[in-house]
């Protein structure tokens, strides 16, 4: 992760990057399809890309991919609320993680959130499909809050909160509305979370192609040594003494 003396600025549009932009276009492009084909064409076209889990029938592996680029398409004003938060949030993160690591840490924050809600539906005996970028969005907020603890951010458009705060109260709430089961989808919203910020904490130091190239260097070192025969001492019967000159 890139270190940067300096606080991230926060607000509306702030390092608002190429990268950004193109992911809120490819989302409401995505959106729009979506509609279209909901509610004009008849093509049930969520249903088949929403997150179903391994109980059901409707699960297909694509779904894994798939379902964090649709949004509910009976909720609008949901999917306007989800992207006003990454307008908000994606461009301080990614000047902090630069643009690769963003996405990795986006899309893992989806992956894991994925999987925390799959296992969770299959123990449960749930039965119920999950899509949208909500367990990704919420991992960006509490990440933002930990990168610039001390930003203040205007809660509602008129209460100011310091970042940090927002971190924990979006923590805490998506846990007691799980546990109180207010949120069926809690499951998935925490392993984002969970797996967002294990990345933010350590996780974006891990390279695997270096990782493999120290490996198979490893290697060929051990594998070098093992054609010598290194003998220690001397013989038994070697009377032979060091000669002074």
């Known amino acids: 992760m890139r270190t940067n003396p300096t606080p991230i600025t926060a607000g509306f549009g702030a390092g608002f990057s190429r990268l950004t932009k193109a992911l809120l276009l490819a989302y409401g492009g995505i959106y729009v399809v979506e509609l279209l084909c909901e509610h004009w064409l008849d093509l049930r076209l969520t249903a088949a890309l929403a997150l179903h889990p391994f109980q059901s029938p409707a699960f297909h592996v694509w779904q894994i991919i798939t379902h964090p680029f649709i949004q509910p398409p009976t909720a609008p004003l949901e999917f306007v609320f989800v992207c006003l938060m990454f307008y908000f949030f994606a461009g301080p993160v990614e000047a902090a993680f630069g643009p690769k690591r963003f996405l990795i840490f986006f899309y893992l924050s989806a992956l894991g959130g994925a999987a925390t809600g799959l296992l969770f539906s299959m123990a449960a005996g749930l039965n119920q499909p999950f899509l949208g970028m909500l367990p990704s ?64 904490k350590g996780f974006q130091n891990f390279h695997p192609v270096q990782f493999l190239q120290l490996k198979y260097m490893d290697w060929q070192v051990r594998r070098r040594r093992a054609r010598f025969t290194v003998i220690n001492g001397r013989k038994k019967d070697d009377d032979t003494r060091p000669t002074i000159h």
């Open 137 to 200: 969005m919420l991992a960006l907020m509490v990440v933002f809050g930990f990168l610039s603890p001390e930003a203040t951010i205007l809660l509602m458009f008129v209460v100011p909160v310091k970042a940090k705060y927002i971190s924990y109260g979006t923590i805490l709430i998506t846990l007691l509305t799980f546990l109180a089961k207010v949120n069926p989808a809690g499951a998935y919203h925490l392993g984002g979370i969970l797996v967002g910020y294990g990345y933010f």
